[in-house]
């Protein structure tokens, strides 16, 4: 079974930086497209990265510019680098991957951004 534990959340000012990590254990296979979604209180979650095995990326057009997603495939890891933070990107954070079935959603972890 897949596990993903999501961390590197915390409380930022506006126009603060993040780095979240994804780590990913289990029969996961590196070839899955992944991605990143939030999910912001009475709200559903969305989806704000994604990235094939090969390295391409997109991005919903509320971080273009300012969130970039990359992996290690070597270390089963994911990773959001998350710059000038706004108050409306305060959620919580899961990585899960894009295509095929979800698997287990992890804990998450949660970015707050103050204004």
């Known amino acids: 079974q897949v596990q993903l534990v999501e961390s590197g959340g915390g409380l930022v000012q506006a126009g603060g930086s993040l780095r979240l990590s994804c780590a990913a254990s289990g029969s996961i296979s590196r070839f899955d497209v992944m991605g990143w979604y939030r999910q912001a209180p009475g709200k559903q979650r969305e989806l704000v990265a994604g990235?094939?095995?090969?390295?391409?990326?997109n991005y919903a057009d509320s971080v273009k510019g300012r969130f970039t997603i990359s992996r290690d495939n070597s270390k089963n890891t994911m990773y959001l680098q998350m710059n000038s933070l706004k108050p409306e990107d305060t959620a919580v954070y899961y990585c899960?991957?894009?295509?095929?079935?979800?698997?287990?959603w992890g804990q998450g972890t949660q970015v707050t951004v103050s204004s």
């Open positions: 990235i094939s095995f090969g390295g391409n990326t």
């Open positions: 899960n991957r894009l295509v095929g079935s979800a698997y287990v």
